[in-house]
């Protein structure tokens, strides 16, 4: 079988993340729209003065091992603010049932409901990291790295911001252990380490088609931009 060349393998993986993330969470829409999700075009498409405030952060713990997403709307629920916990990784294939061809790559997920005081607590450390004034120019966010991105819509203004490892910033921030300690999806984290490209895929960076390397800018991710 003739191997598909590499630069046509990378205009595919970036065609099937150019759908525009709508609030889908099963795992087929998830792949086509994950670039879309992780730049949070949803929410800046929707955040306006009066509206609410929602919050978005992913953990990357290498993208083929495990991602943890973290979705936050603030008010309209009636015991509280509700935040969607999810972890993705490798298919689970004790999950597969005929009612759900989908099961073994849903991963875990968990609601949690948030009384104000954790929601106010949460915008503390958000502002005390210094995510509201953006990430720091010009980092680089594999998919074989481990990073958190932050999104928030906050009074109808829209910021981003993105902790890569290892460094400073990633290991100052206070962010990770507040989600951490409200996870509740059983699932533990896939601790930063240093990898190569051979310890991931079987057979390289350069062969696979979940490689990839995405440059952040000061208000989101370079280049990303949904088609459909």
């Given amino acids: 079988m003739r191997r598909i060349p590499t630069a046509l393998m990378l205009l595919l993986v970036l065609s099937l ?28 498409q929707s955040c306006a003065t009066g509206g609410p405030d929602r919050y978005r952060f992913v953990y990357n713990g290498i993208n083929v091992e495990q991602r ?20 993705i990784g490798p298919s689970d294939l004790s999950n597969f049932s005929a009612g759900d061809l989908l099961g073994p790559w849903r991963g875990a997920a968990a609601d949690v409901w948030l009384l104000d005081r954790q929601v106010a607590e949460l915008e503390q450390i958000l502002q005390r990291d210094g995510s509201f004034a953006g ?15 932050a999104m928030a819509c906050r009074a109808g203004k829209f910021s981003f911001d993105a902790y890569l490892w290892p460094s400073e910033r990633f ?5 990770p252990a507040w989600l951490l300690a409200l996870d509740f999806t059983g699932v533990a984290i896939n601790p930063p380490r240093d990898a190569t490209p051979w310890h991931v895929y079987p057979e390289g960076a350069d062969e696979d088609s979940r490689s990839y390397t995405l440059d952040v800018g000061r208000d989101g991710l370079v280049g990303i931009r949904s088609f459909f």
């Fill in 17 to 44: 993340g150019a759908c525009a993330y709508t609030g889908a969470g099963d795992p087929v829409s998830r792949k086509f729209t994950w670039f879309s999700y992780l730049n949070g075009e949803d929410i800046r």
């Fill in 68 to 87: 943890r997403t973290y979705d936050l709307t603030v008010g309209g629920g009636p015991r509280g603010h509700l935040m969607a916990v999810r972890v």
């Fill in 135 to 149: 990430p720091p120019a010009g980092p680089r966010l594999p998919s074989i790295g481990f990073y958190w991105v």
């Fill in 171 to 175: 290991e100052q921030a206070a962010l």
